[in-house]
């Protein structure tokens, strides 16, 4: 079992910054792939970016250029960097971790979500 912990939502303003963590339980969090997906009210969770145990990133179209996501393994941590922030960014944030034994057998564990609003 895994478990996620997020921070760093919050109120901005548009065109604000927001930095979120997510740190993660146990000892393996380098073989793990970690994503970050955010729900608006009557929307579905959609991905927001992810990236790999090898460090390969990912981005949904309507973040790049504005968002970055990295991750310390040394801290069991992963990190999304939001810059220039839309009102439509407006969400709640969750943290996923991907856990691969082998192909056809794959967990997924969710943080618990941090909220984000971009409002003036």
């Known amino acids: 079992q895994v478990q996620l912990v997020e921070s760093g939502g919050g109120l901005v303003q548009p065109g604000g910054s927001l930095r979120l963590s997510c740190t993660a339980s146990?000892?393996?969090?380098?073989?793990?792939?970690m994503g970050w997906y955010r729900q608006a009210p009557g929307n579905q969770r959609e991905l927001v970016a992810a990236v790999t145990s090898g460090d390969t990133r990912h981005y949904a179209d309507f973040v790049k250029g504005r968002f970055t996501i990295s991750r310390d393994n040394t801290k069991n941590t992963v990190y999304l960097q939001m810059n220039s922030l839309k009102p439509e960014d407006t969400a709640v944030y969750y943290c996923k971790a991907q856990i691969t034994v082998v192909p056809s057998l794959r967990s997924d564990y969710w943080g618990q979500g941090t909220q984000v609003t971009v409002s003036s």
């Open positions: 146990g000892t393996l969090f380098a073989n793990y792939d």
